[in-house]
């Protein structure tokens, strides 16, 4: 198979927004080049670097080393300790601490970066770019394996399905080794004409902040518990060309608010770790999702398969889909959210978001906890984040919109959910913080 470009851009392109400098593609390229002579060849790469700009330089570094680098759903010791251990002879990119490990730790920014790139070097189809571990939002977290040739047409479709057509500067919340920061932050602005800023906000104030030192037009990437924090702040929104959400749906007023409050177009963008981003819609105008070209869904009428040139095999979607006659489709939920009381069905995705629509609730989620006793159907739970609210108020409002049977007992206020960088909600580390804050069961 033939070699592809790392870059399609042009070399005077600014790329990155580094440390308060800006990287043309020929900088950028320059540092990656140097640092992929730091790494030994054609070796697995743990990418923990936090900056977002050191890992975008890394993930390109270790490409050029002909190695693969290795994302881990988070930075847990066991997490890393379990990796390396599957992977002899890796070694680790990180730009922090990380003392404890006895693996060779190499940081980025410890490279000649004076250097300045003359070519746009080119990777093998087939190598191995990226292995991707999931957050186990739906169960056990799984491994994927990404394809040079995979990525690279996977973000030439992005940029052709929504990726911006003029310069941008963006900023994006999530993080890069998630697949859906690293389709949109890393691999997106290879290709579009996008200078990407290397910071990564979470709190509102720090996110207007990140956004009013950009020029405009500016762009959003982020998922829909970081937008409900920035919708909740006081600060005056700066104005926006774009925001892209993923991770999670959407509440439909969410966005209207956010595009009244920011001027922008809310694009909210569909997918899955195995295929990437594959279709889209306007989420403030209540539309269907709307696949991009090149994908193929078989099966129906619910559950369905998707191919595509670029992917490396058929993917069987989670998702219940229904499709319309203009080849649009909603979401219906999942085989695993969808829940069955007193003959009664419902989706726990669904429940949820009704939940995230109350006024003042910041975050919160639906679900149902494992079974006490063999047999036993237990009733709906919910962990709520809504300071100023109380358990009364907040389940006499879900009881105007959803049937008595689904409203959730315990529903419990707490200060956080134990989300991951992501954004998602991996079903472990949700029962497990459940368990914890669990009360004496009451007569």
């Given at each position: 198979m033939?070699d592809?470009?790392?870059?399609e851009r042009?070399?005077?392109?600014?790329?990155?927004?580094l440390?308060?400098?800006?990287?043309?593609?020929?900088?950028?390229?320059?540092?990656?080049?140097?640092?992929?002579?730091?790494?030994?060849?054609r070796?697995p790469?743990?990418?923990?670097?936090q900056?977002?700009?050191?890992?975008?330089i890394?993930?390109?570094?270790?490409l050029l080393?002909?190695?693969h680098?290795?994302?881990?759903a988070?930075?847990?010791?066991?997490?890393?300790?379990?990796?390396?251990?599957?992977?002899?002879g890796?070694?680790v990119?990180?730009?922090?601490?990380?003392?404890?490990?006895?693996?060779?730790v190499?940081?980025p920014?410890?490279?000649d970066?004076s250097?300045?790139?003359?070519?746009i070097?080119?990777i093998?189809?087939?190598?191995?770019?990226?292995?991707?571990?999931t957050?186990?939002?739906?169960?056990?977290?799984?491994?994927i394996?990404?394809?040079?040739?995979?990525?690279?047409?996977?973000?030439r479709?992005?940029q052709?399905?929504?990726?911006?057509?003029?310069?941008?500067?963006?900023?994006?919340?999530?993080?890069?080794?998630?697949?859906?920061?690293?389709?949109?932050?890393?691999?997106?602005?290879?290709?579009?004409?996008?200078?990407?800023?290397d910071?990564?906000p979470?709190?509102?104030?720090?996110i207007?902040?990140?956004?009013?030192?950009?020029?405009?037009?500016?762009?959003l990437?982020?998922?829909?518990?970081?937008?409900?924090v920035?919708?909740?702040a006081?600060?005056e929104?700066?104005?926006?060309?774009?925001?892209?959400?993923?991770?999670?749906p959407?509440?439909?007023?969410?966005?209207?608010?956010?595009?009244?409050g920011?001027?922008?177009?809310?694009?909210?963008i569909?997918?899955?770790?195995?295929?990437?981003?594959?279709?889209?819609?306007?989420?403030?105008r209540?539309?269907?999702?709307?696949?991009?070209?090149?994908?193929?869904?078989?099966?129906?009428?619910?559950?369905?398969?998707?191919?595509?040139?670029?992917?490396?095999e058929?993917?069987?979607?989670?998702?219940e889909l229904?499709?319309?006659?203009?080849g649009?489709?909603?979401?219906?939920?999942?085989?695993?959210?969808?829940v069955?009381?007193?003959?009664?069905?419902?989706?726990?995705?669904?429940?949820?978001?009704?939940?995230?629509?109350?006024?003042?609730?910041v975050?919160?989620?639906?679900?149902?906890p494992?079974?006490?006793r063999?047999?036993?159907?237990?009733?709906?739970?919910a962990l709520?984040?809504a300071?100023?609210?109380?358990?009364a108020?907040?389940?006499?409002?879900?009881?105007?919109?959803i049937?008595a049977?689904f409203?959730?007992?315990?529903?419990?206020l707490?200060?956080?959910?134990?989300r991951a960088?992501?954004?998602?909600?991996?079903?472990?580390?949700?029962?497990?913080?459940?368990?914890?804050?669990?009360?004496?069961?009451?007569?």
């Amino acid at each position: 198979m033939s070699d592809l470009p790392l870059i399609e851009r042009a070399l005077d392109d600014v790329l990155l927004h580094l440390h308060d400098q800006e990287l043309s593609v020929a900088a950028y390229l320059g540092r990656a080049m140097a640092l992929s002579a730091q790494l030994p060849p054609r070796t697995p790469v743990v990418n923990l670097c936090q900056n977002r700009g050191h890992f975008s330089i890394g993930f390109a570094a270790v490409l050029l080393a002909g190695g693969h680098n290795l994302l881990p759903a988070n930075r847990l010791p066991a997490t890393i300790d379990a990796l390396l251990e599957q992977h002899p002879g890796a070694c680790v990119l990180a730009d922090c601490a990380m003392d404890r490990l006895s693996v060779p730790v190499i940081h980025p920014a410890d490279v000649d970066s004076s250097s300045l790139a003359d070519r746009i070097p080119s990777i093998p189809a087939h190598q191995l770019a990226a292995v991707v571990f999931t957050s186990g939002s739906t169960g056990a977290s799984s491994r994927i394996l990404k394809p040079w040739a995979t990525l690279y047409h996977s973000a030439r479709l992005n940029q052709a399905s929504f990726g911006p057509r003029h310069p941008v500067h963006a900023l994006a919340t999530v993080p890069p080794q998630h697949m859906w920061g690293l389709e949109t932050s890393v691999l997106l602005p290879w290709f579009a004409p996008i200078t990407m800023h290397d910071a990564q906000p979470f709190f509102a104030a720090d996110i207007v902040a990140s956004l009013q030192q950009l020029p405009e037009p500016r762009v959003l990437i982020s998922a829909p518990v970081h937008l409900r924090v920035l919708d909740e702040a006081d600060s005056e929104l700066p104005k926006l060309e774009t925001i892209y959400s993923a991770t999670a749906p959407l509440s439909p007023k969410l966005a209207q608010r956010l595009e009244s409050g920011t001027g922008s177009e809310v694009r909210e963008i569909y997918g899955c770790s195995e295929t990437g981003c594959l279709a889209q819609r306007r989420s403030a105008r209540g539309e269907g999702w709307t696949p991009f070209a090149g994908f193929e869904f078989d099966g129906g009428p619910r559950r369905f398969r998707v191919r595509a040139d670029h992917l490396p095999e058929t993917v069987e979607l989670m998702d219940e889909l229904a499709f319309d006659a203009q080849g649009r489709f909603e979401l219906i939920g999942r085989s695993s959210d969808l829940v069955n009381v007193a003959g009664k069905r419902a989706s726990l995705a669904e429940l949820t978001r009704i939940l995230l629509d109350i006024p003042g609730v910041v975050d919160g989620v639906i679900f149902q906890p494992p079974a006490q006793r063999e047999g036993r159907v237990e009733r709906l739970a919910a962990l709520v984040v809504a300071p100023g609210l109380d358990a009364a108020s907040l389940r006499a409002r879900l009881a105007e919109r959803i049937d008595a049977a689904f409203l959730p007992r315990p529903l419990r206020l707490v200060e956080a959910l134990p989300r991951a960088e992501s954004g998602k909600l991996p079903q472990h580390a949700l029962m497990d913080f459940f368990r914890q804050h669990a009360e004496p069961a009451r007569a």
